[in-house]
């Protein structure tokens, strides 16, 4: 007589994850960039990988605990509303998630860039990147630092930023120099004698800003340390457009996977959430990239609009069937039902729209968009 598999009530199951070590996820995640990058060819930009550091605030279920830990984004005003601050780095080209940190609500946006740029370095030694960042990531340190361990980058500058040197800037691409007078001395000593010691010494660098034309029309100024003979003025201004790749995952991760919607009030069980939740992500955008590579979307009868995998089916399509996959041994078989995956999403594609854009809301979207007492499935 077979023995029937053996129950686990509510409180079992969740006593048996209160012993797993979300950092545990986080390897996994790690697990698969690192084969992906070891094992695959991936799409570069003139030998760079284009990579874009950015943060964003998560809400999470406001309890004693999580507002001890993570803080809270809400005003006097407002009602109590724990928030964690991640932070991400990803590839631009590839769609990928190559890293992810979960931090206080505030947190320093660039000493997490930095670390991020050390596990790329982990993930895919010796390759060549060049980091894409906004406005709030410029400081003289910075550039000075990812100047001398030659790390590429375009970031956005502020108004405010280097405006003594910017306002005699005859075109649209030009180099300047930044001398360290005592007021920018000061900002770079705050990180240890042996550094300011080593850049104070150096006296200046040189800065090179491409001023472009975004779409919507706003000018903005980039500085990079990329070459003009490398890269010209416009691929420059290409480059940063690309950082709006990091804002479509982020909506990804909010909206099709509902990384807000969690399982628990624990910040355990939330930060197992939120690192499984970035594992899916990727390996929603692997089998979206297969559907969108196959030869058979291409063949589709013509459209008005270009068009492209459906996403909130596609994760929808991954949820129902990942977990069977996974559990498959016979590797053969295991292909075949991935395959079939790919194929089904792939007949679900949705027209992209030009042109067409949507006000943010965040007062009726924020704070209370999910229960603690109706979790999703996965």
């Known amino acids: 007589m077979?023995?029937?598999?053996?129950?686990?009530?509510?409180?079992?199951?969740?006593k048996q994850r209160m012993k797993l070590n979300p950092q545990a996820i986080r390897s996994l995640c790690d697990f698969h960039n690192s084969s992906l990058y070891q094992e695959e060819e991936m799409e570069t930009m003139k030998g760079y990988f284009v990579l874009a550091a950015d943060g964003s605030t998560i809400n999470v279920p406001t309890v004693e605990e999580t507002l001890a830990i993570y803080g809270s984004s809400s005003n006097k005003r407002s009602r109590l509303q724990a928030t964690l601050g991640?932070?991400?780095?990803?590839?631009?080209?590839?769609?990928?998630l190559l890293d992810v940190t979960i931090n206080r609500h505030k947190f320093n946006d660039r000493e997490q860039a930095r670390e991020h740029?050390?596990?790329?370095?982990?993930?895919?030694?010796?390759?060549?990147?060049?980091?894409?960042?906004?406005?709030?990531?410029?400081?003289?340190?910075?550039?000075?630092?990812?100047?001398?361990?030659?790390q590429k980058y375009v970031v956005r500058l502020k108004k405010s930023d280097f405006r003594k040197e910017r306002i005699g800037l005859e075109s649209a691409d030009e180099t300047i120099n930044i001398a360290l007078d005592s007021g920018?001395?000061?900002?770079?000593?705050?990180?240890?004698?042996?550094?300011?010691?080593?850049?104070?010494?150096?006296?200046?660098?040189d800065l090179r800003v491409?001023?472009?034309?975004?779409?919507?029309?706003?000018?903005?100024?980039?500085?990079t340390n990329l070459s003009k003979e490398e890269f010209g003025t416009e691929e420059i201004g290409q480059i940063y457009q690309m950082r709006w790749g990091v804002e479509t995952v982020f909506d990804m991760l909010k909206n099709n996977l509902q990384i807000e919607n969690f399982t628990g009030t624990k910040p355990i069980l939330i930060e197992q959430d939120i690192y499984a939740c970035i594992y899916l992500c990727n390996?929603?955008?692997?089998?979206?990239?297969?559907?969108?590579a196959n030869n058979k979307l291409k063949d589709t009868p013509p459209y008005k609009h270009e068009m492209a995998v459906n996403k909130t089916y596609a994760v929808g399509v991954l949820k129902e069937d990942l977990i069977i996959v996974i559990l498959e041994r016979d590797k053969r078989r295991k292909a075949e039902m991935f395959e079939a995956m790919v194929a089904e999403v792939q007949r679900n594609i949705i027209p992209i729209r030009p042109d067409r854009h949507y006000e943010r809301n965040k007062g009726n979207l924020s704070g209370r968009k999910y229960t603690n007492t109706h979790k999703r499935s996965y």
């Open 86 to 96: 991640m932070s991400c780095l990803y590839d631009l080209l590839n769609n990928v």
């Open 117 to 150: 740029m050390k596990k790329f370095s982990e993930i895919a030694p010796g390759r060549k990147s060049i980091l894409v960042l906004d406005r709030n990531y410029p400081s003289i340190y910075e550039f000075m630092k990812w100047n001398k361990i030659d």
């Open 283 to 292: 390996l929603a955008q692997d089998m979206i990239a297969d559907a969108e």
């Open 2 to 14: 077979t023995k029937q598999a053996e129950s686990i009530s509510k409180p079992g199951y969740l």
């Open 210 to 223: 491409v001023n472009i034309k975004l779409d919507g029309g706003t000018e903005v100024s980039l500085a």
């Open 184 to 205: 920018r001395r000061h900002k770079i000593s705050i990180h240890g004698a042996d550094e300011y010691a080593a850049f104070a010494e150096q006296g200046s660098f």
